[in-house]
């Protein structure tokens, strides 16, 4: 299968650990960033190529020798000081400074944006290099420690667990330790001046003056947070943080323990539930369970899409097969001409795609039965947490856990263009 993102990422190596150290000066939009990768060789290695965006690479270390390397195109090729043998472990650092600039996309640039009074880290899925040295593939997963030094006034929030702060002068720093794998479009820095809040059990940062709308707006995250708990199984990380940055976004972002929204999703009328419980649901489908390769992305998006489902449903709202009657009959009216298995990059983050991955969801639901399909969805989110999946995995998850032919319906659903009947 074509990749769909040729241009990043690389097969030849792995890397378990990034330690990022981040100095960001918001007046002028400058990082001077040191990356330390711990790679893993998967084949005898004498160059090793990391994705990067319109830095000035300063100095690349392997080992602690100095290795030659030219970084041009998006690419930072490293002439490794000796050959690694397959299975060979080398810390890799890189010295970089410049202005952060988001990547190019279909979608608009990605990755390092400034806001009006801040900065956010919107990655997926190629935005990653626009801030740090990276493997660039959601195949490539490990565990992180982002440190971020600036401006006092402003908060800084990452992926992970916050294990210091200190204050130097007009500075503060502040350290994440990331320790469950996290594919590189996951990671994420939020910087803005937040204050900091419980709500409903979970901590959400957000510009003082909108505190009331977020109360409310999140006031019934613990609830989804036990729904989803009961459907999916175990919340696999050991926080979750929702950022409301102090700018309008067009869509919320989603990175690994947290999830971003903008303040037109605030509006003190929950109007925009629906994306709370899709945004949370990815921690499960997405960054607990992430897809190989960009081509099985129902895997996340039908699957968090059916979880607005599943809200609506256990809060008192429309249930699913309701949502599923209204959705299909809207699908029958649109062009179907993508597989949804492989729906190509211009359609990658097409609505039928996110709407007939949830729709593909519900078929197997009515299929097996609630008992069987939430046991189902309940064990292979624990079989296979914090680790890559497929869709070619899936089906035989699913297989698994009935005497049912289950191939036919979910090759009509994944692998034809024409949209099948609900059962």
Same mark, same amino acid.
């Given at each position: 299968?074509?990749?769909?993102?040729?241009?990043?990422?690389?097969?030849?190596?792995?890397?378990?650990?990034?330690?990022?150290?981040?100095?960001?000066?918001?007046?002028?939009?400058?990082?001077?960033?040191?990356?330390?990768?711990?790679?893993?060789?998967?084949?005898?290695?004498s160059?090793?190529?990391?994705?990067?965006?319109?830095?000035?690479?300063?100095?690349?270390?392997?080992?602690?020798?100095?290795?030659?390397?030219?970084?041009?195109?998006?690419k930072?090729?490293?002439?490794?000081?000796?050959?690694?043998?397959?299975?060979?472990?080398?810390?890799?650092?890189?010295?970089?400074?410049?202005?952060?600039?988001?990547?190019?996309?279909?979608?608009?640039?990605?990755?390092?944006?400034?806001?009006?009074d801040?900065?956010?880290v919107?990655?997926?899925?190629?935005?990653?290099?626009?801030?740090?040295?990276?493997?660039?593939?959601?195949?490539?997963?490990?565990?992180?420690?982002?440190?971020?030094?600036?401006?006092?006034?402003?908060q800084?929030?990452?992926?992970?667990?916050?294990?210091?702060?200190?204050?130097?002068?007009?500075n503060?720093?502040?350290?994440?330790?990331?320790?469950?794998?996290?594919?590189?479009?996951?990671?994420?820095?939020?910087?803005?001046?937040?204050?900091?809040?419980e709500?409903?059990?979970?901590?959400?940062?957000?510009?003082v003056?909108?505190?009331?709308?977020?109360?409310?707006?999140?006031?019934?995250?613990?609830?989804?947070?036990?729904?989803?708990?009961?459907?999916?199984g175990?919340?696999?990380?050991?926080?979750?943080?929702?950022?409301?940055?102090?700018?309008?976004?067009?869509?919320?972002?989603?990175?690994?323990?947290?999830?971003?929204?903008?303040?037109?999703?605030?509006?003190?009328?929950?109007?925009?539930?629906?994306?709370?419980?899709?945004?949370?649901?990815?921690?499960?489908?997405?960054?607990?369970?992430?897809?190989?390769?960009?081509?099985?992305?129902?895997?996340?998006?039908?699957?968090?899409?059916?979880?607005?489902?599943?809200?609506?449903?256990?809060?008192?709202?429309?249930? $699913? #097969?309701?949502h599923? !009657?209204?959705?299909? =009959?809207?699908?029958?009216? /649109?062009?179907? %001409?993508?597989?949804?298995?492989? &729906?190509?990059?211009?359609?990658?983050?097409?609505?039928?795609?996110?709407?007939?991955?949830?729709?593909?969801?519900?078929?197997?639901?009515?299929?097996?039965?609630d008992?069987?399909?939430?046991?189902?969805?309940r064990?292979?989110?624990?079989?296979?947490?914090?680790?890559?999946?497929?869709?070619?995995?899936? $089906? #035989?998850?699913?297989? !698994?856990?009935?005497? =049912?032919?289950?191939?036919? /319906?979910?090759? %009509?659903?994944?692998?034809?263009? &024409?949209?099948?009947?609900?059962?």
């Amino acid at each position: 299968m074509t990749p769909y993102f040729p241009g990043h990422g690389d097969h030849r190596y792995m890397v378990s650990h990034y330690d990022l150290a981040l100095k960001y000066r918001l007046a002028n939009n400058r990082i001077d960033g040191t990356a330390l990768l711990t790679v893993t060789a998967a084949e005898p290695l004498s160059m090793l190529d990391l994705d990067l965006g319109r830095f000035r690479v300063e100095g690349v270390t392997v080992d602690g020798v100095p290795a030659r390397h030219v970084h041009d195109q998006g690419k930072l090729r490293v002439a490794l000081p000796w050959s690694l043998a397959a299975g060979a472990v080398a810390g890799v650092e890189v010295r970089y400074a410049g202005r952060p600039v988001p990547v190019p996309s279909p979608w608009g640039g990605l990755g390092w944006e400034e806001l009006s009074d801040g900065a956010l880290v919107a990655g997926q899925p190629v935005g990653a290099p626009s801030w740090f040295p990276c493997n660039d593939r959601p195949g490539d997963k490990a565990s992180y420690r982002i440190s971020v030094t600036t401006a006092s006034p402003y908060q800084v929030i990452a992926n992970g667990v916050l294990t210091d702060q200190r204050r130097s002068g007009g500075n503060t720093t502040w350290v994440y330790d990331q320790p469950e794998p996290m594919a590189s479009y996951l990671a994420s820095v939020q910087i803005g001046r937040y204050r900091v809040a419980e709500v409903a059990g979970t901590r959400v940062a957000h510009p003082v003056r909108l505190a009331t709308r977020v109360r409310h707006d999140f006031g019934r995250q613990g609830e989804m947070m036990a729904v989803f708990t009961d459907r999916f199984g175990p919340y696999p990380f050991s926080g979750y943080v929702v950022v409301v940055a102090d700018d309008d976004l067009d869509i919320p972002v989603e990175a690994q323990g947290m999830s971003i929204f903008g303040r037109n999703h605030v509006d003190g009328r929950r109007g925009s539930e629906r994306l709370v419980a899709h945004e949370l649901a990815h921690q499960w489908f997405g960054n607990s369970l992430t897809l190989s390769r960009w081509s099985d992305i129902w895997l996340q998006e039908g699957f968090a899409t059916y979880a607005e489902w599943l809200w609506s449903e256990a809060s008192g709202g429309q249930p $699913a #097969a309701a949502h599923a !009657r209204r959705w299909h =009959q809207r699908l029958t009216a /649109l062009p179907q %001409d993508f597989v949804l298995a492989d &729906p190509g990059v211009d359609t990658l983050f097409d609505d039928r795609v996110y709407k007939r991955g949830a729709l593909t969801v519900h078929a197997l639901r009515r299929t097996l039965g609630d008992e069987v399909f939430f046991l189902m969805l309940r064990d292979w989110t624990a079989g296979r947490r914090h680790a890559n999946v497929t869709t070619q995995d899936f $089906a #035989a998850h699913v297989q !698994r856990h009935t005497t =049912q032919p289950v191939g036919p /319906l979910l090759s %009509d659903w994944l692998h034809d263009k &024409p949209l099948p009947p609900l059962p």
